[in-house]
């Protein structure tokens, strides 16, 4: 059974840093294509940023220059890093595969104010 565990959230003001973490255990994990999503209270989850199996990186609009998504195979461990942020990016960060996803993670909380 997969399991996938996120880390890395907190308290930031804007303009602040913050690098999340999602570990993934139970699975092969090169093949698979991953993503970053977040979620607020009411709000459907969306996805922000997709690392492809290939290499890959896309990024939704709003975190373009902002956000580094990356991976580390041998860690089974995807990567968000994230600079500049604003109010708007606080929500619950999880990562998971993209087709056909796995049971989701815990998340992780991230808040931006001041």
């Known amino acids: 059974q997969v399991e996938l565990v996120e880390s890395g959230g907190g308290w930031v003001q804007p303009g602040g840093s913050l690098r999340l973490s999602c570990v993934a255990s139970?699975?092969?994990?090169?093949?698979?294509?991953m993503a970053w999503y977040r979620q607020n209270p009411g709000k459907q989850r969306e996805k922000i940023a997709t690392?492809?199996?290939?290499?890959?990186?896309e990024y939704i609009e709003s975190v373009k220059g902002r956000f580094t998504a990356s991976r580390d195979n041998a860690k089974k461990t995807v990567y968000l890093q994230m600079s500049n942020l604003t109010t708007e990016d606080t929500a619950v960060y999880y990562c998971?595969?993209?087709?056909?996803?796995?049971?989701w993670g815990p998340g992780t909380q991230v808040t931006v104010s001041s």
């Open positions: 998971n595969r993209i087709y056909d996803p796995w049971n």
């Open positions: 139970g699975t092969v994990f090169d093949i698979h294509t």
């Open positions: 690392l492809w199996s290939g290499g890959r990186l």
